[in-house]
C-alpha cells in the first residue's frame, strides 16, 4: 500500500492525498528519526513526510532515548544510523529494544555483511543501506504491524493485560498468562487487591507504554501458580507447553504463551541452579529479569511476575508447592517462593505466593516479625509457601519473610520487605497475604534488579531491599538477601536462620555448581528472586544464591540463606519444590522445621535453627515439625542450613523456618548448595539481625555472604564453599 | 567537457538575462535555458558525479517545500567541508589514527551518499579500504581525490542552480526530465 496515497492525511505530514478521515495506516505512522548528519536528516524527514509519516527528527542518540523515555508509547518505529558520533547505533538499538521494545530500523552506507549481521544481532528489524530510496521507506510500516500481530496474538490468547488487570479479580486463573506479566496472577490472588490492582494497572501502563507493545500474556500469581503447579506434575523436565496448557486448562492461554513462560521459569530455574523442579520458575524469572520491578506499579502482577520470575515462587511455594497435591500452586509456588516473592513483588505474580507470602507475610509479622513490614514477609512466605501447608505456619514467617522476600523478590510491595522469604512453605495460605506482601513487598523488591548481584539489597535494605529485589534481575540476589535479611530481622531470625540454616546447608549441599549455575546462568533477575525464595526454601537446593548471597552483600546468613533460597527457590524453585514438597508434604509445619533440617544439615546453626525455628514455630507452626524438617533438610541440605543458621539468628525462627523449609526444599531440588562458604557465619545474626525481617533476611544473606560467601559479589557467584 | 557547458551556460545566462529585459522570446530563452539546465544535469550524471540519488531527491521537491534541493545540497556543502576539514586534521595530527580516520571517512560517504554524490563516495571508499590496510600514502592519495571531487562537485552544483534559479519556477516542471 503506498502510504502516500493513504486517504486522510494524518495530522502530520504533507498535505498529502487528503481522503478520509483517520489515516489510513501506515500513514501517520509516528516515526523517530537519528542520524548525526544533517544531510541525511533532511532527506530522510523529507521522504517519511511524503509517505505521510509523523516524523520527529533528533540528531544525537542520547536525546533518541531520553525523547523515548519520555513519551512512552508515542512512537511506533525508530530510524537510527549506524555510525553515530555520541552513541553506536547498536548501542541505542539495545536500548530501545530493551527498555520500549520498538521496532528499529538501521541505516548505514556500509553495506558489509558483518555490520548488517551486527544489525540483525542486536535486534534491529531492518537494515536499510544508503542511501535510502523512498521505496525503501515506503515500507517500514511493515514492521509495525508485524510486531504488533505478534504481540497481539499473544495477548489474545492470554488475554489482554488490562483485561487482566481489571479481572484481577474475577481472574482466578490469571489467564492471560504472558511471559511478560505477572500481574494477572496478582488479580486472581485480589487478596492483595489494591496492589495487585495497582500494580496490574501498572503492568498494564507498561505493557500500553509502547502502545503497540505487545499484548502480552500477563501472568499473573495464579496463572503462574497454575502453571507451576502444572509444570510440576509433569516433571519440570518433561513438561510440555502442550502438556501444560491442557492441565492448566486456562481459556484463552495459548501455547505459546505456555511455551515462552516455560522457557522463562526453566531460565529462571537454571538460575536459582536448582535445576529440579522448578525449570518453571526459571521462566518466570527469566523474564522476569528483565522486569524491572520498578515497574512494579504494574507489578501488581507484572512485576510480581518479575519477582516471581526471579524468585519464582519463593521457595515457600516451592515448598509448599511441594506439600504434594499443591504442587500445582506450590511448586508453582514452592519454587517460586522465592520466585513468587519475587512475584509478589512484582505484584502479582502467582497469586498464591503472593496470597501466601502476604498472608504469610502478615502472619509473620505479625508474629514475630517486629518489623516486619508485615504482610510482606507473609507474601514471601506465603509465596513462598504456596504450598498452603506449609505457609500457614510460614504465614507469618511468610510474613516476615514475605517482606523479606518480598524485598527479595522485589516484591514491588515495600512491605514485603520483610519478606522473610517465606521458606517456601509460605506459600499456600497466606498466599493471599503473602502474595500480597509479596505484592507489596514485591514492589520493595524489585528484587534485585538493580543490584544484580545479590549484592544487593541485602545490605541492610530492609525495605529497600526488597525494593531492591524487585528492581534487579538480580533478584536473585536481592531475594535472598531480601528473604534473608527479612528474616533475621524479625524475630524469625530464629526461624530464619533455622531454617537457613537448613536452608543453607541445603544451598551447601547444593552442590556449588548449582548455585553458581543458577546464578550465574540465570540472568540476574532471576537470582534475586532466587535468592529470596531461596532463602526462604534455602532449602539448599543448590542455590547458588545462597552462594549468591553471599555474593549479594547479603551478608551472612541471609546469604545462606538466600543462596540456597535463591538458588533453590528460584531455579530450583521447581525443583527444590520436590525437596520441600516432600518435607511438606508430611508437615507443612515441618515444612519450616524442615527447611532448617534439610539444608541444616551442616547443622552449624542447625541448633539454632531448630531452636529458633522452633521459637518462633508460630510461624511454622510446626516446632515439631522444625526438627523433622530438620532431619529432612539436613539429609537434603546439609550445608544450606548454615544458611540458615545464620539467617536464624535474626529472623524469627519461623522466618528461618520458612526459609529452611524453603531452602530443604530447595536444597533438595537442586542440590543441596554446598554453602560451605556461608555457614559458620553467623546468617542467624546477618539475617536476623534486621528486625525486619527483609532486613533481617537481606542483612543474613549478607552477611553470609559477605562472610561466607564473600564472592557474591555478583549475582550469586557464590560458590558454595562445600 | 563540464567546465566548458559551465561556461556556456554562463554565457547563455547572461545572454538570458539580457535579453529577459525584453521578453521577447521568453520561451525561447526558457527553453534554451532549459536545455542548458537539461545539459548540464546529464554532464553531471555522466561524468558521474551525481548518481540516481539526486533524483529521488528532486523528486521530494514539490510545492510544499520547492527549493529542497538545492536546500539538502547547500547543507550537505556545508557539513562536508566540515568533515573534510576534520580530515585534514586528523591527517596531520594523528595519520596513523586509522580508526577514528575510518569513522570521520565514512561520515562523509554517508553524507555525500544522501545527495547522490556518486563520485566522491566511491572515493570515500577508497579512502576507507586504504585505512583498512593502514596504508597512509594511499589513504592521503585518495583524500585528495576526495577533496578535489569535493570541491569539483560543488562547483558544478552551484552552477547548476544558479541556471535552476534562472530557469524560474517554470522549469520545475521539466527539470525533473532529466
Given amino acids: 500500500m503506498d502510504p502516500s496515497r493513504a486517504a486522510s492525511t494524518p495530522s502530520h505530514g504533507p498535505p498529502g492525498d487528503g481522503g478520509g478521515p483517520a489515516p489510513e495506516f501506515p500513514a501517520g505512522l509516528r516515526v523517530l528519526l537519528v542520524d548525526d548528519d544533517p544531510t541525511c536528516l533532511k532527506i530522510l524527514d523529507r521522504m517519511l513526510r511524503k509517505c505521510l509519516y509523523h516524523v520527529t527528527t533528533c540528531s544525537r542518540a542520547a536525546v533518541a532515548l ?262 500445582a500452586t506450590n511448586t508453582g509456588m514452592g519454587v517460586s517462593a522465592i520466585d513468587q516473592i519475587g512475584f509478589l513483588s512484582s505484584g502479582k505474580q502467582v497469586t498464591n505466593s503472593s496470597n501466601i507470602i502476604s498472608s504469610s507475610v502478615q502472619q509473620i509479622n505479625s508474629r514475630q516479625m517486629n518489623d516486619i513490614r508485615g504482610p510482606s514477609n507473609n507474601i514471601a512466605l506465603n509465596q513462598l509457601g504456596q504450598s498452603q501447608q506449609v505457609v500457614q505456619p510460614f504465614g507469618s514467617i511468610n510474613q516476615q519473610f514475605g517482606e523479606g522476600t518480598t524485598k527479595f523478590f522485589g516484591l514491588p510491595s515495600s512491605e514485603l520487605t520483610n519478606f522473610s522469604l517465606p521458606g517456601g512453605t509460605i506459600n499456600e495460605q497466606p498466599n493471599n497475604s503473602l502474595a500480597r506482601h509479596m505484592n507489596q513487598h514485591g514492589q520493595q523488591f524489585p528484587i534485585s534488579q538493580q543490584s544484580c548481584n545479590m549484592d544487593i539489597t541485602w545490605q541492610g535494605l530492609p525495605h529497600s531491599r526488597g525494593q531492591l529485589l524487585t528492581e534487579t534481575a538480580c533478584h536473585d540476589s536481592r531475594l535472598v538477601s531480601a528473604l534473608l535479611q527479612q528474616v533475621p530481622p524479625n524475630n524469625i531470625s530464629n526461624h530464619v536462620s533455622g531454617r537457613l540454616e537448613t536452608s543453607a546447608n541445603m544451598l551447601t549441599s547444593l552442590p556449588a555448581n548449582y548455585m553458581n549455575a543458577s546464578c550465574s546462568t540465570s540472568p540476574q533477575a532471576l537470582y534475586p528472586d532466587v535468592r529470596n525464595s531461596f532463602i526462604i526454601g534455602l532449602a539448599g537446593s543448590c542455590y547458588p544464591p545462597v552462594s549468591s548471597i553471599g555474593a549479594t552483600p547479603l551478608t551472612g546468613s541471609v546469604k545462606a540463606l538466600s543462596n540456597s533460597s535463591n538458588l533453590k527457590g528460584m531455579d530450583n524453585h521447581v525443583p527444590d519444590y520436590d525437596i520441600i514438597d516432600e518435607y511438606h508434604q508430611n508437615k507443612s509445619q515441618d515444612w519450616k522445621l524442615q527447611i532448617v533440617n534439610l539444608p541444616y544439615q551442616s547443622g552449624q546453626d542447625r541448633g539454632h535453627g531448630q531452636s529458633t525455628i522452633d521459637c518462633r514455630s508460630s510461624l511454622m507452626g510446626n516446632q515439631d515439625s522444625t526438627s523433622t524438617a530438620k532431619n529432612v533438610l539436613n539429609s537434603n541440605a546439609g550445608t544450606v542450613t548454615k544458611n540458615i543458621i545464620s539467617t536464624r539468628s535474626d529472623i524469627d525462627k519461623e522466618k528461618r523456618e520458612c526459609i529452611d523449609q524453603h531452602r530443604t526444599n530447595l536444597v533438595e531440588n537442586c542440590n543441596r548448595v554446598n554453602y560451605d562458604g556461608i555457614p559458620d557465619i553467623s546468617y542467624q545474626d546477618i539475617l536476623f539481625e534486621d528486625n525486619i525481617i527483609t532486613n533481617e533476611l537481606m542483612n543474613v544473606v549478607r552477611k553470609q555472604q559477605q562472610e561466607g560467601i564473600g564472592q557474591v559479589d555478583n549475582e550469586f557467584n557464590f560458590n558454595p564453599p562445600v | 567537457m563540464a567546465l566548458a557547458s559551465h561556461r556556456h551556460i554562463s554565457s547563455c545566462l547572461c545572454s538570458i538575462h539580457s535579453s529577459l529585459c525584453y521578453s521577447t522570446r521568453p520561451e525561447m530563452e526558457r527553453s534554451s535555458l532549459q536545455r542548458q539546465l537539461a545539459n548540464l544535469k546529464k554532464s553531471l550524471f555522466d561524468q558521474g558525479n551525481l548518481d540516481e540519488q539526486f533524483d529521488q531527491l528532486e523528486e521530494l521537491q514539490d510545492d510544499a517545500s520547492p527549493n529542497f534541493v538545492e536546500e539538502v545540497v547547500t547543507l550537505f ?54 585505512c583498512d590496510k593502514r596504508n597512509l600514502e594511499g589513504c592521503l592519495r585518495s583524500f585528495q581525490k576526495v577533496k578535489k571531487e569535493h570541491s569539483t562537485l560543488r562547483l558544478k552544483l552551484e552552477n547548476y542552480f544558479q541556471l535552476l534559479r534562472q530557469v524560474g519556477p517554470a522549469e520545475k516542471a521539466t527539470r525533473s526530465g532529466n
Fill in chain 1, 66 to 327: 531520553s525523547i523515548l523515555r519520555e513519551k512512552k508509547g508515542w512512537f511506533d518505529l525508530v530510524l537510527s544510523d549506524v555510525y553515530m558520533p555520541d552513541m553506536d547505533g547498536f548501542k541505542l538499538l539495545e536500548h530501545i529494544g530493551l527498555e520500549m521494545d520498538l521496532p528499529v530500523i538501521m541505516m548505514s552506507s556500509d553495506d558489509h555483511k558483518d555490520v548488517v549481521m551486527k544489525g540483525v544481532t542486536h535486534g534491529a528489524c531492518d537494515y536499510i543501506i544508503k542511501p535510502v530510496r523512498m521505496e525503501s521507506l515506503k515500507n517500514i510500516w511493515q514492521h509495525v504491524v508485524r510486531k504488533k500481530r505478534n504481540e497481539l496474538k499473544e495477548l489474545e490468547n492470554s488475554g489482554s493485560v488490562e483485561e487482566d488487570d481489571k479481572h484481577k479479580r474475577s481472574l482466578d486463573d490469571g489467564d492471560n498468562a504472558s511471559s511478560g506479566c505477572v500481574g494477572n496472577w496478582k488479580n486472581a490472588k485480589r487478596k492483595k487487591e489494591e496492589k495487585d490492582e495497582e500494580e496490574e494497572e501498572m503492568v498494564d501502563e507498561h505493557d500500553d507504554s509502547s502502545n503497540t507493545k505487545k499484548p502480552r500474556v500477563v501472568w499473573s500469581v495464579d496463572l503462574h501458580q497454575q502453571f507451576v503447579t502444572a509444570v510440576n506434575q509433569l516433571g519440570v523436565d518433561k513438561a510440555v507447553p502442550k502438556k501444560i496448557l491442557e492441565l492448566m486448562n486456562v481459556v484463552g492461554l495459548t501455547r505459546e504463551n505456555v511455551a515462552s513462560h516455560l522457557q522463562k521459569y526453566r531460565l529462571y530455574l537454571r538460575r536459582v541452579s536448582v535445576p529440579q523442579h522448578h525449570s518453571r520458575y526459571d521462566a518466570h524469572f527469566g523474564s522476569n529479569q528483565e522486569v524491572t520491578y520498578n515497574s512494579i506499579g504494574s507489578v501488581g502482577g507484572y512485576d510480581f511476575q518479575a519477582l516471581a520470575a526471579s524468585t519464582q515462587l519463593l521457595p515457600q511455594n516451592i515448598a509448599a508447592l511441594h506439600s504434594g497435591s499443591r504442587s
Fill in chain 2, 77 to 130: 556543502f556545508r557539513d562536508s567541508s566540515r568533515l573534510v576539514a576534520n580530515i585534514e586534521q586528523a591527517i596531520e595530527k594523528s595519520p596513523r589514527d586509522y580508526g577514528s580516520l575510518d569513522a570521520l571517512v565514512h561520515q562523509l560517504k554517508d553524507s555525500a551518499s544522501s545527495i547522490g554524490a556518486a563520485k566522491m563516495m566511491k572515493e570515500c571508499t577508497v579512502f576507507r579500504e586504504y
